[in-house]
């Protein structure tokens, strides 16, 4: 079966612009979190979704947000694009999204603000 | 508060030996899971292997294998037979009883030589 895609592989935007990033999970899938991948900080957890409710959210300000669609599809969009934003964000899709569930990436969304 | 620590930064090993990678977990939680995750310089994360805080057999995924510990509250990932393919990075993951965050280490770049 598919596995995750997500949609740019690449983007390059300019300060002050907004974008939009899109991730389909494994069909049957349920949960989808995001993460920001950058060589000072490491992976962070932007927020999850669960059958279109946001369960958790991580520690970034509100210009980050996410929305998660019936079909589990979910996308997040960042807002007034910082040149800290450059980033590889990463989607994960669980079935269940607890704790003794498998979490599998898709390939990320290469960002780069200018 | 939950917290992962891979103490090594870069590891070498020769193709066709073992090699450990160290990870060490911190949580409060009864339940949880661990999980160990391939990123090639490509960017995907590629998962590799899975325990449970309750599993009492150590999990084996082809030549991956997770080391276990409870009371030392560490998950080491073993190796066997590397493989040029292998050289990465490599993260030590946790996700808590609610589910949805994964929360990771810093990684270990593993670099197989011929």
């Known amino acids: 079966k598919a596995g995750v895609t997500q949609t740019p592989r690449y983007l390059i935007k300019t300060r002050g612009q907004q974008v939009t990033l899109s991730c389909s999970p494994i069909?049957?899938?349920?949960?989808v979190s995001w993460y920001q991948q950058t060589p000072g900080q490491g992976l962070q957890f932007l927020f999850e979704?669960?059958?279109?409710?946001?369960?958790n959210k991580g520690n970034f300000p509100g210009r980050f947000s996410g929305r998660q669609f019936s079909n589990s599809r979910s996308e997040m969009n960042v807002s007034t694009l910082e040149l800290g934003d450059s980033a590889l964000y990463l989607c994960?899709?669980?079935?269940?999204?607890?704790?003794?569930?498998?979490?599998?990436f898709g390939q990320g969304t290469r960002l780069t603000v200018v | 508060a939950q917290k992962i620590t891979q103490t090594q930064p870069g590891m070498f090993v020769q193709e066709k030996e073992a090699v450990t990678l160290d990870c060490t977990y911190d949580?409060?939680?009864?339940?949880?899971?661990l999980f160990w995750y391939k990123q090639p310089s490509s960017g995907e994360m590629i998962f590799l292997i899975y325990?449970?805080?309750?599993?009492?057999q150590n999990a084996t995924e082809g030549r991956y294998s997770l080391n276990f510990q409870k009371a030392r509250k560490s998950a080491n990932l073993v190796i066997s037979a590397s493989q040029l393919g292998d050289s990465a990075m490599y993260f030590c993951?946790?996700?808590?009883?609610?589910?949805?965050?994964?929360?990771f280490g810093q990684g270990t770049e593993l670099s197989v030589k011929p």
């Open positions: 949580t409060s939680d009864p339940s949880y899971g």
């Open positions: 325990q449970g805080s309750y599993d009492q």
């Open positions: 979704y669960f059958s279109e409710t946001q369960r």
């Open positions: 993951a946790m996700r808590d009883f609610q589910g949805g965050k994964l929360i």
């Open positions: 069909s049957g899938h349920r949960s």
């Open positions: 994960a899709s669980s079935s269940g999204g607890t704790a003794n569930t498998e979490a599998f």
